[in-house]
Structures are given as C-alpha cells and as structure tokens.
C-alpha cells in the first residue's frame, strides 16, 4: 500500500497539537496557595490522666503517644477552613493538592511507627483550655485520610488531599476541620513509643497548605442511552417491538393492561470529575389524540435499573426495580416548567424542563459501577396518553453546567 506521507505527517501534527492544547491551557491557570494554620490543638490522653487537660501554653511541644499495640495519646489540631468552605460544592474552586505539614523531635523509640491522620466528623466543637481524653471518647465518626509510616525527626509534609475535598464537600462545625493524629506500631508488643510535635504557639506550628485554581463554568448535553416503554397487568411480559421513536405514557381507564410507562437511560461517565453546577432534565411531548390539557406526570429514578437494553425491556422486568428516588409526583405542566416558549400538547414545537442538579449530584455518592442513571415517567391524569420524542433532533436529555476538577 502506497503511503501519502505529506497527509500522514499533516495528522500527526494535527494530533500532537491538539494533545498539548490542553497541557498549555492547565500550565497558564493561576494557582492560588493558602496556609492555613490550626486555631486551636490539642494533646489528650486516653488512659488514667483521661480527664487530664494537657494545656501546653508554655511549652514548645504537643506530644504523639503509643503504647502496647493502643493510642494512649493522640493530637487534635483545629483548622478554621473559613471562606474556603463557604458554599465550596457550588464554588468554581478546584483543589489541586492539600498537605499536612509539621515537625517532630523523637523522645523514645523502641520500634518504627506510622502516624495516622482522621478527620473528624462530629459535628463538635472543643478548645485547647478544656480538651481531654474523655471528651474526645465521646466522639467516634472519624475516617482515615492518610497513613505515613516511619516517623523520625524533622519535618513533615502528609498528603491529605482527598481528605480535604472530601470535608470542603460537606463541612461540619462551622467550617473548623479537625484533624486527629495518632501513632502505632507494626506488630510489636510492650514496647512505647513517644513523639513530640510543635504546638501552634511556636514559630514552628503545624499547617495545612493548600493549593487550587479557579475554572470558569462549561455546558454538556447528555443525550439518552436507551428510551423506550412498557405495559403491566396481562401484558406485562410483552416487549414492544414498535420503534422507541415515541414511547408512550398513558395512564388508561381500561386498566393496567393498557396503561404505558416510559424508561430513559443516561451514561453519566463523562461527569467523573466534575463539579455539577446545575442539571436539568429536558424532554418533548405530544399528547395522543389531540388532548389540550396539561399532562400530570410523576417522575423518578429508579436507583435499581443499573442496566437494560430496549431491545428487551419489558414490565416484568421494570417491575423488579423497587428502589425508587421520586423528583416529583403528580405534577401538572404549565408554561412556568417550558423553556423556549409555550408548547402545544399535540405538536412536537418545545420543551419541558426540570432541573435535577441534587439528583445528579447525589448520583456520584452512590456506588454505581457503571454510571447508568434511569428516569422513569408515569401519568397521574387517568384517560390521558402522551408520546415521549426520541429522534435525532427531540430527545430526551440531561443538559449540565459543570467545572473540570482533573489535574
């Protein structure tokens, strides 16, 4: 086969240049770093001096304690997130990295150790001049951000920085972040271990430092994956052949037989990674038969639907999906819900629209291994038919305002 290596060499360049535009936008984004140092820390103890508050004011040290396989002390550093975590899950930030960082001086050491870093959850608040080993007990929803092994002197940078997002996603206590730090060893009996970290009131504090960028808002049309309908009563086990180009809701007076519920599918994969600043759901109607009056739907996820084809699709199958998350019920159209103006229930000229941006969101906090969400639409109005468009120019579609949080 003869070659044309001009129009070769013209799409490896194209190629290449289209792969770098990316790397050269990121390199030109502004980022922005914040030291943030800890309002308040803490040593406690959880053995006999429980009830002891460890208050070092005058001292340069808190201290990190184990012994005999338990945490006899752990540290507790206060961070005031501040401004940061004002209303961050609808923020425009992008959190590149967050570090931990402090130093240690070495009092005792039989064995290695690693120091564990959780982040505390309990919506609590405690101060310096009052902290104790028995107040601390009382709180137990914590979860584990990082482990870093071998402690020794010096200082020390611990990458926490799923742990922060995850926190400025939801923030307890005012927006004060706290930290827990511990040490333990590796299966090593009787022997203690004592470490020495820097309180706050020193030069040499601990701090978390963390750095982000701003991204400016973009839009993504998520069209259907799958779109069709099916009966119950007498013919729930029949899969309708007719085209999905206008799968049906009806809501008869003759029964459940001849009543139609319509499925649509969406692959919400290309949203890993992005903060959603809004979502809207967006369909088509048309009613059958000319019916003026505005249809009364009720819509909802069905949160077990994780995978169906329209090829095989029907009621018996639909009827199985019983974890079910309503965005409404019963629901009368009118004007307000329409973008693009007014539509006619028995033409095809507009849209209805309702947004789902929580649904979206909640969406991601679920462990959904393949991303596929699935709206179901039922008629509440008995004796009203409608017919969902599904073609290449009126589909049904999720429309989402996002900001790219990869690096």
């Given at each position: 086969m003869k070659l044309n290596f001009r129009k070769t060499s013209i799409i490896l360049i194209l190629a290449f240049i289209s792969a770098i535009i990316p790397t050269f936008a990121r390199a030109s984004e502004t980022v922005i770093e914040k030291t943030i140092y800890p309002s308040h820390d803490a040593y406690v103890c959880f053995g006999a001096s429980r009830n002891t508050n460890h208050e070092y004011n005058d001292t340069v040290r808190q201290r990190l304690e184990f012994f005999q396989h338990?945490?006899?002390?752990?540290?507790?550093?206060?961070?005031?997130?501040g401004d940061l975590a004002d209303d961050f899950s609808n923020s425009k930030k992008a959190i590149k990295s967050a570090h931990l960082e402090f130093e240690i001086e070495q009092k005792s050491s039989k064995a290695a150790s690693d120091i564990i870093v959780q982040d505390m959850r309990d919506n609590w608040d405690w101060n310096e001049s009052t902290m104790t080993g028995k107040i601390a007990c009382k709180y137990k929803d914590r979860r584990k951000i990082a482990t870093y092994p071998a402690v020794f002197n010096g200082?020390?940078?611990?990458?926490?920085?799923?742990?922060?997002?995850?926190?400025?996603?939801?923030?307890?206590?005012?927006?004060?972040?706290?930290?827990?730090?511990?040490?333990?060893?590796?299966?090593?009996?009787n022997l203690e271990d004592w470490f020495y970290m820097h309180s706050r009131h020193t030069s040499k504090s601990p701090k978390l430092v963390i750095k982000y960028v701003e991204r400016p808002i973009k839009t993504m049309t998520i069209s259907a994956e799958d779109t069709h309908y099916v009966a119950w009563g007498k013919d729930i086990k029949k899969h309708f052949s007719s085209p999905s180009s206008a799968p049906a809701i009806k809501n008869s007076n003759l029964g459940s037989t001849y009543s139609r519920t319509a499925f649509t599918k969406f692959d919400l994969s290309t949203l890993e990674d992005k903060r959603v600043m809004s979502a809207k759901f967006e369909y088509n109607l048309r009613a059958y038969g000319g019916v003026q009056t505005a249809p009364t739907l009720t819509f909802c996820e069905d949160i077990d639907a994780i995978d169906w084809c329209q090829d095989t699709l029907t009621g018996n199958i639909a009827k199985r999906w019983d974890n079910h998350k309503y965005?409404?019920?019963?629901?009368?159209?009118?004007k307000s819900h329409l973008a693009g103006g007014p539509i006619r229930l028995n033409d095809y000229d507009g849209a209805f629209q309702f947004g789902i941006t929580d649904l979206v969101r909640e969406f991601f906090q679920r462990d959904?291994?393949?991303?596929?969400?699935?709206i179901r639409m039922n008629s509440s109005k008995k004796g009203k038919s409608y017919y969902l468009r599904n073609n290449s120019t009126n589909h049904p579609?999720?429309?989402?305002?996002?900001?790219?949080?990869?690096?």
């Open positions: 338990k945490p006899d002390g752990a540290v507790f550093l206060k961070f005031p997130m200082k020390y940078s611990i990458n926490i920085t799923e742990g922060v997002k995850s926190y400025l996603n939801n923030p307890v206590n005012n927006n004060n972040m706290t930290l827990r730090l511990h040490s333990v060893k590796n299966n090593v009996n965005l409404f019920k019963n629901r009368v159209h009118s959904d291994a393949d991303n596929k969400m699935t579609k999720i429309i989402v305002e996002y900001v790219d949080l990869s690096f």
